[in-house]
């Protein structure tokens, strides 16, 4: 993933900067000297990312909800009708 998406995802500046020594070429990590903790705060990161990940899905699930039964609750305008 690059960078700009971990930022995005709000992974700490802190972690970007360890993990950088990490990555290579597009798509390669190369682990060579790495902080023994990394693996794991890297996984505890993945975790927090996941709750976050079940939270938005389960609002924009809410939402979903919301929408079909605001749609179903609308009465269809006719032609003639302006808005």
Request: aromatic letters at 0%.
């Amino acid at each position: 993933m690059r960078n700009r998406g971990l930022i995005d995802s709000a992974v700490p500046r802190r972690i970007l900067g360890q993990n950088l020594p990490c990555l290579g070429k597009p798509r390669t990590i190369v682990v060579d000297g790495a902080d023994p903790e990394l693996a794991a705060l890297l996984a505890r990161e993945r975790d927090r990312m996941a709750l976050r990940i079940d939270c938005l899905t389960r609002n924009r699930d809410g939402l979903d909800s919301n929408i079909d039964a605001a749609s179903a609750a609308t009465p269809e305008r006719s032609a003639t009708s302006t808005a």
